[in-house]
């Protein structure tokens, strides 16, 4: 029985007895470390994560036990540091192989991970408890609100608090986003010159008409960028990456695909569906950063929910009512979860997402034998990785596949070169698909600057339109199977 | 003014209606946005090349809103934003959009014309300067550029046109720093808000008849009186860029009493401080002159601490009192390089002033930018 | 020039004795001063703007002539400085009003180091050197979240409470709510929620006001300004007796205020422009 709220929030974690007991000291340090009082963590055990999240899984709480493991040993870096591990950090977006396969070589030699996006997915979703590390960077110099990513402002705010040490190294891709490795050097010069970081950039210039993975200097700039980042990773960490650290890496990669596969697959399949869609995208937090703690607990909780949602699914139960709409976006918002909770609300259930739906293309191993070169062509395959106009192009590709009843995009409103894209995508998928497409203006990692009123009734509204369409379209193929019905389906008039 | 001065910003003026008869003749007219696409190599492609970096309005920037995010940079969305409003006279004749692509803002701008139906040649800008092999890439780009430049007009660039063309931009820049030079004076002839209109009118006429103009400019400018008081405070200007037609700022600043008498900027100038190689292969000397022997643009990584050498370099030599930086709202690398700035400026003791534009210049915007420009000049004056 | 010079420097209260008026027409309010030749404040009086700023500063300065004793007869020199300061017909001398605030605040405050203006419509943080020189200075943005009418908008509006009421009301507060929204607009909507939760009035009040200064004190620090002491604060937000309270927990540091503190602008410029006088007259340095 739990006496305080720490203990509680492990029990939450689904942390027992003995294991409990001796997590909590670090547990009670972590939380300190990262801002979190014993209010926070109560309110947080109390009422926001039982209202987020639906803790009558328990492959939901395992979910979050491996998510509080990862953050627990992040606010111990000092420590690991001070004891000789080598610290390999990274960011996001970025191919996670490289990264695991670093750990791999190195074991517990090394610290491999993406500080900021942990903390981020443990503060904002968890105890909505981001704000004052995004306000340590902007009170520290760095513009205020909308004119920087905040998962940056986390990255500075952590480093300011001294939470996060500098890095023996630092690998930043970059990519398309020009803001994020700008703060290495923004730490560098301003707060740690010992903050080293190799950069992995990609030029801005596919055009319309060429796809990425098909042009041969992109894809050979983009290997030998890997290339010579990576072997200074190695140089500086001492740790020599072999053949079987990658493909254990690739192993593990692929064997927890499949998996969330299934698990994604069932849910989105379901009717009614068993779990929200915030969930899904917490279980794919393993494709997005490595966790130094290893995958293992993320896994163990992955397998959990998966037999629970099948039981669900064989006993026709939900969380939503059955035949509810469902919703697609481009990935449903990692750090708020309060955003699903408006659409459950109003009885539309979110699944599908344009990133953990593969396109045919992305289901093409690459072709060559050498390694970067094959890491080369499967980013110029991925979201994030492409020119404009292809993404565009596949989202169209996966939205007629998931065939959503409706899309939103957006909450990229301060990471720039994604937030466009979406702005510009939105009208293109709608015409081509004829799938509703809302764009909302927000953002996914700052909420501070948003009505939550607003967004709740612009969320409602959407979830009005989507069920009065459906319902419109449930009722044409009535009447064109029996043209005799005499009373149309409540709320199919006046449809749009 | 004089004549050669009132002439260069007629000839400019003019240019778009001369392209337009040049294009009903037959040339192509081949806008380009960014100063890593090579003038010199569009001219030797008999090609009409044309800036494209006007902003400065706040209409354009909202015009453009339906499609594009509001948080990028107005220059960005000016650059679409005035073609959408039917008030750029010279997209509209584009055969070839050159666009170089060194940072996400242009990119989504670059894309966003390619909705609008433009074609549009990207040169990729890779920001890992250090590197040979980033290097190499925007090597391969120009290659390309030229095979596209060929493909476009039918005729093959020859080397020695291009390094003819590399000598006229050549002289273009040893002219602009004999003019800038009379800025080191303690009443300089001219200051910044003429320098630059010198630099953006210099991109919209023939190489040739800029080189007439700016010697006329240049030899009446020596023998000028001053036009600013010895004691006038004197400005380093630094940011991203001023746009053609953005002269607001500048013109307050000088009308406050302080002079401009050196700039620090990415584009909408002339890369003036430094020259192309003549000799050997032009397009590696262009390559060469663009990518790696300047300073490098805000972009570039690792960059900041040599760029800010380059300032303190700009502040010895011009004698500068304050740094003015000028930042396009939401241009987030520039926004924190001004904040690395401030805080290495801060330590030398010299003053700087930030000011923010979104190109809202309505009558609530202008009395609180009126304010810090005329605060920070007074506060320059009374601190000497 | 060498007569008012004479008149300038007279004895205070002798028949040669001058006056300098120092007229500071802001967007909200129109203050002016009358100091003599040795800066002693005269008189000074504070008015709400007017539509028609000249009108607005005539009626401040006849205000403040009336407050001293004297009339436009006495005057030597007026002074003007604010956003208004172009639009005073009469004015002789204009300047900004960061260095007229900065030495207005230096000469009601001896060795002020940092001064935090809040107006109606801006905010600025001043870094002071010697002699209320100004050392650095930064301003709001467009967001009126840092500013007096982000305050007014909010408490006056909603909560329904006159302005003068609303510092005591804030001190009565132990548990200030915490806003999150950096915007004016939204943080309307977060007060209204925390109105229907029944929240306290004097909880909110204070808050709003922690979230002003919060949002202040920051536009200071992205400009690398060190908040040294003695910090002075200066504008109607001064007037508010919590204000002080809330810039103060801020900065973990104590923050003075004025008796008048919405004087320093026009007393400021009238200083500025005796300071002015006195050095051309005697062939110090001269200001172009």
Request: glycine share 8%; net charge negative; hydrophobic share 45%.
């Amino acid at each position: 029985m739990a006496n305080t709220a720490y203990e509680a929030f492990l029990e939450l974690g689904d942390f027992h007895g003995k294991e409990r007991q001796e997590l909590l000291p670090r547990w009670i340090e972590a939380a300190t470390r990262l801002g979190l009082t014993e209010k926070d963590v109560e309110y947080a055990v109390n009422e926001f994560i039982p209202e987020m999240w639906d803790l009558q899984y328990l492959g939901i709480r395992k979910m979050i036990g491996a998510m509080t493991l990862e953050a627990i040993d992040h606010a111990h870096l000092k420590e690991h540091k001070a004891n000789g591990v080598k610290l390999v950090y990274g960011i996001i977006p970025a191919i996670l192989t490289p990264y695991q396969a670093v750990k791999k070589a190195g074991g517990d030699k090394v610290f491999v991970s993406f500080p900021d996006m942990c903390i981020m997915n443990f503060l904002q979703p968890l105890f909505h408890k981001g704000a004052p590390l995004f306000e340590l960077a902007e009170t520290s110099g760095l513009t205020y609100g909308c004119r920087h990513c905040a998962l940056n402002k986390l990255r500075i705010g952590l480093r300011l608090r001294d939470v996060v040490p500098a890095p023996h190294v630092q690998w930043s891709f970059g990519l398309v986003c020009d803001e994020a490795t700008k703060v290495d050097e923004y730490i560098n010069c301003l707060y740690d010159d010992e903050w080293f970081a190799v950069i992995t950039r990609m030029p801005h210039d596919t055009m319309m008409g060429e796809v990425d993975d098909e042009i041969p200097e992109r894809v050979a700039y983009l290997a030998n960028a890997f290339r010579d980042a990576y072997e200074e990773v190695q140089r500086v960490t001492g740790v020599t990456v072999k053949e079987e650290h990658i493909a254990g890496a690739l192993d593990d990669f692929q064997r927890y695909l499949m998996k969330t596969d299934v698990l994604i697959r069932a849910v989105a399949d379901a009717d009614p569906q068993p779990l929200r869609g915030s969930a899904l995208v917490n279980f794919c937090h393993p494709f997005s950063m490595p966790f130094n703690t290893g995958i293992e607990h993320m896994e163990d909780a992955l397998d959990t929910m998966i037999e629970e949602v099948k039981a669900e699914v064989a006993a026709g139960r939900g969380i939503y009512p059955k035949g509810a709409p469902k919703v697609g976006s481009y990935f449903v918002p990692y750090a708020v979860p309060w955003v699903d909770k408006v659409f459950m609300d109003n009885g539309v259930a979110t699944a599908s997402s344009l990133t953990m739906i593969a396109s045919d293309k992305q289901l093409i191993p690459p072709s060559g034998n050498d390694l970067y070169q094959n890491i080369a062509e499967q980013w110029l395959r991925m979201v994030f990785g492409m020119g404009c106009h292809v993404e565009i192009d596949t989202w169209i590709e996966k939205v007629n596949r998931a065939k959503p009843d409706a899309l939103f995009m957006g909450f990229f409103d301060y990471d720039r070169w994604l937030g466009q894209m979406h702005k510009m995508g939105a009208r293109a998928v709608e015409k081509a698909t004829g799938v509703p497409t809302f764009y909302i203006e927000a953002d996914f990692f700052d909420d501070r600057d948003y009505s939550r009123e607003a967004l709740r009734t612009r969320i409602e509204s959407i979830s009005q339109v989507i069920k009065m369409r459906q319902a419109a379209k449930a009722n044409a193929a009535l009447r064109a199977a029996a043209p005799a019905v005499a009373a149309p389906i409540a709320g199919a008039e006046g449809t749009a | 003014m004089d004549d050669a001065t009132r002439e260069l910003a007629q000839l400019a003026t003019d240019r778009p209606a001369v392209l337009r008869d040049l294009k009903a003749a037959g040339k192509k007219i081949v806008p380009y946005i960014g100063h890593f696409v090579p003038e010199p190599l569009l001219y030797a492609a008999g090609v009409e090349p044309y800036l494209i970096c006007r902003g400065g309005e706040p209409e354009p920037p909202e015009a453009v809103l339906d499609d594009m995010l509001r948080f990028l940079n107005p220059l960005a969305r000016s650059m679409a934003g005035f073609h959408l409003m039917g008030l750029d006279p010279v997209l509209p004749l584009a055969d070839l959009i050159v666009a170089s692509q060194p940072e996400c803002h242009t990119q989504r701008m670059a894309e966003y014309l390619e909705l609008q139906g433009f074609p549009v040649f990207k040169v990729g800008i890779p920001p890992n300067w250090d590197r040979a092999y980033a290097g190499e890439y925007y090597f391969t780009e120009l290659e390309q550029l030229k095979a596209k430049l060929e493909e476009l007009t039918g005729k093959p660039i020859a080397d020695e046109a291009v390094r003819e063309y590399i000598g006229y931009f050549n002289q273009i820049n040893a002219l602009l720093r004999r003019i800038d030079a009379l800025r080191k004076k303690d009443a300089p002839p001219l200051g910044g808000y003429d320098f630059i209109h010198l630099n953006h009118q210099s991109f919209f006429v023939e190489p040739q008849v800029a080189i007439e103009k700016l010697t006329a400019i240049a030899d009446s400018l020596e023998g000028a009186p001053g036009k600013f008081a010895a004691k006038s405070p004197r400005i380093l200007l630094a940011g991203h860029a001023v746009a053609v037609g953005d002269y607001l700022m500048m013109k307050g600043l000088e009308d406050a009493g302080a002079v401009i008498v050196t700039e620090m900027m990415d584009e909408g100038m002339q890369w003036y401080r430094w020259d192309t190689a003549v000799e050997g292969d032009p397009l590696r000397n262009l390559w060469r002159a663009k990518y790696l022997d300047k300073v490098p643009v805000n972009i570039f990584q690792p960059a900041w601490k040599v760029r800010f050498e380059h300032m303190k370099e700009l502040i010895a030599d011009y004698r500068v009192d304050g740094v003015v930086w000028y930042q396009l709202m939401y241009d987030e690398i520039y926004d924190m390089e001004c904040t690395v700035v401030t805080k290495w400026l801060r330590e030398m003791k010299v003053p700087l002033l930030k000011l923010e534009t979104s190109y809202e210049y309505s009558r609530e915007a202008t009395g609180p930018l009126n304010t810090k420009i005329e605060s920070f000049v007074e506060s320059l004056r009374r601190g000497r | 020039m060498s007569d008012a010079l004479d008149s300038a420097t007279a004895a205070p209260g002798s028949t040669g004795a001058a006056l300098f008026a120092g007229v500071d027409i802001g967007s909200t309010t129109t203050k002016a001063v009358v100091v003599d030749g040795a800066g002693t404040v005269l008189g000074f009086t504070i008015i709400d703007t007017k539509h028609d700023r000249d009108e607005s500063g005539e009626e401040a300065l006849a205000g403040a002539l009336a407050s001293a004793g004297k009339t436009d007869a006495d005057l030597t020199l007026v002074a003007s400085t604010g956003y208004g300061r172009r639009s005073f017909k009469r004015t002789q001398k204009v300047l900004p009003e960061i260095v007229c605030h900065a030495r207005g605040t230096e000469h009601l405050h001896p060795g002020v180091k940092t001064i935090i203006d809040v107006g109606g419509q801006d905010s600025k943080i001043i870094a002071v050197g010697d002699y209320g020189t100004v050392e650095m200075f930064e301003m709001n943005d467009r967001c009126a979240a840092g500013t007096g009418r982000f305050f007014e908008v909010l408490s006056r509006r909603l909560l329904s409470v006159p302005m003068e009421e609303l510092g005591p009301l804030a001190l009565r507060s132990t548990k200030p709510v915490f806003l999150s929204s950096v915007c004016t607009v939204f943080a309307e909507s977060e007060i209204i929620s925390h109105l229907s939760a029944g929240t306290p009035a004097e909880d909110i009040a204070l808050g709003i006001l922690e979230s002003m200064a919060k949002r202040v004190v920051s536009i200071g620090r992205q400009a690398h300004i060190d908040y040294r002491q003695p910090v002075v604060l200066t504008g109607g937000i001064a007037l508010n007796v919590a204000a002080a309270r809330a810039f103060a927990d801020q900065l973990g540091m104590d923050v003075v205020l004025l008796e008048n503190p919405q004087m320093p602008a026009a007393l400021g410029v009238a200083l500025i422009a005796l300071d002015d006088l006195v050095a051309e007259a005697s062939a110090g340095p001269t200001y172009p």
